[in-house]
T-cell receptor, first 114, second 114 residues
Framework: DQQVKQNSPSLSVQEGRISILNCDYT??????FLWYKKYPAEGPTFLIS?????DKNEDGRFTVFLNKSAKHLSLHIVPSQPGDSAVYFC?????????????FGKGTKLSVKP | DTAVSQTPKYLVTQMGNDKSIKCEQN?????MYWYKQDSKKFLKIMFS???????INETVPNRFSPKSPDKAHLNLHINSLELGDSAVYFC?????????????FGEGSWLTVV
C-alpha cells in the first residue's frame, strides 16, 4: 500500500521552462513533506520541505506547494537547468513523531534538455 | 569531507554468504538509519538507531542485523544472503529522532547476490 505516490515516472522539460513534479499521499496523519533529489550513483540529498501549516515554501528556483484537502503536493522548478536532471523523491512523515520515519514515493526522473 | 560514508559501494556475492556494510557519519548526529531501495525503486526504511539504541525495526528478516558500536557508526550485517536481497542500501543520519529533521544520506551500497 503506497502511502506516497508519484505517478509520473519521468518528465522531460526544455531548459528555461518550468518543471512541475507531482506527489499524492493517502495518510491524513502526514504533516511534514520533503523533496529529495538523487543523481545516479549517489544518495538522495535534501532539497526543500514544507509543513502542513503552510501551503507554499520557496527556496530560490524551487517552490513546493501543498494542497492538504487534495492530499497533493508539487515541486516547481523555475527556470529549469540541465543540472536539475535527476530523480526527485517526494517523502512524508508525521512531524514531531518520535521515529523519524520518512515514507518515500518511487521517484520521478526529470530530464532537462538544453 | 563526506558527511555520511558507507563501504563498500559495490558488492557482488554468492547466495548463502554473509556480508557487512559499514556506515559512519561525521555530522555529530544522534540518529542513524538504514534504507533499502529495491528493484521497483521503492526507498524504504529498515532500521533506525538513536544514540546506539534501536528505535525502528521494520519488517525485515532476522538475517539482517544492524550493529551500532557508537552513535557515529551503524553497520549492517546480512547472513545467508538471498537473491532477493539484491538492492541498493542507503545509510543515513539526522540530528535526532524527530521526524521534522532532514535526513542526510550516504551514497549507497549496491549489493548484487548471484
Amino acid at each position: 500500500d503506497q502511502q506516497v505516490k508519484q505517478n509520473s515516472p519521468s518528465l522531460s522539460v526544455q531548459e528555461g521552462r518550468i518543471s512541475i513534479l507531482n506527489c499524492d499521499y493517502t495518510n491524513s496523519m502526514f504533516d511534514y513533506f520533503l523533496w529529495y533529489k538523487k543523481y545516479p550513483a549517489e544518495g538522495p540529498t535534501f532539497l526543500i520541505s514544507i509543513s502542513s501549516i503552510k501551503d507554499k515554501n520557496e527556496d530560490g528556483r524551487f517552490t513546493v506547494f501543498l494542497n492538504k484537502s487534495a492530499k497533493h503536493l508539487s515541486l516547481h522548478i523555475v527556470p529549469s537547468q540541465p543540472g536539475d536532471s535527476a530523480v526527485y523523491f517526494c517523502a512524508a512523515s508525521v512531524y514531531g513523531g518520535s521515529q523519524g520515519n520518512l515514507i518515500f514515493g518511487k521517484g520521478t526522473k526529470l530530464s532537462v534538455k538544453p | 569531507d563526506t558527511a555520511v560514508s558507507q563501504t563498500p559501494k559495490y558488492l557482488v556475492t554468492q547466495m548463502g554468504n554473509d556480508k557487512s556494510i559499514k556506515c559512519e557519519q561525521n555530522l555529530g548526529h544522534d540518529t542513524m538509519y538504514w534504507y533499502k531501495q529495491d528493484s521497483k525503486k521503492f526507498l524504504k526504511i529498515m532500521f533506525s538507531y538513536n544514540n546506539k539504541e534501536l528505535i525502528i525495526n521494520e519488517t525485515v528478516p532476522n538475517r539482517f542485523s544492524p550493529k551500532s558500536p557508537d552513535k557515529a557508526h551503524l553497520n549492517l550485517h546480512i547472513n545467508s544472503l538471498e537473491l532477493g536481497d539484491s538492492a541498493v542500501y542507503f545509510c543515513a543520519s539526522s540530528p535526532d529522532r524527530s521526524s521534522g529533521n532532514t535526513i542526510y544520506f550516504g551514497e549507497g551500497s549496491w549489493l548484487t547476490v548471484v
